[in-house]
């Protein structure tokens, strides 16, 4: 699996797209379905551009994100001179 794509996103549009049929095959076609319905929009080049728009990904910070517990204190008393 893409590791970007959210995969509980993922899951809950294959659940969405495979829920009609649930009454209407068995258990086991079921589960073909959802393995290949996965595989489909993940791998096919059509289908994955698709899943990589409309499922959410999960976020990935910058460092820039990281707070440094600190550093702009450590920097406001360099600047005033107050340094230890």
Excluded at 32 to 42: D, F, G, N, S
């Amino acid at each position: 699996m893409d590791a970007m794509i959210d995969p509980v996103a993922l899951e809950a549009q294959v659940e969405s797209a495979i829920s009609p049929y649930e009454n209407l095959v068995s258990a086991e076609v079921l589960e073909q379905m959802r393995v290949v319905l996965r595989l489909t929009l993940l791998h096919h080049p059509g289908a994955s551009a698709l899943t990589q728009a409309v499922v959410p990904h999960k976020e990935i910070g910058a460092s820039a994100d990281v707070p440094k517990d600190g550093v702009e204190g450590k920097l406001a008393e360099r600047a005033s001179g107050d340094d230890e």
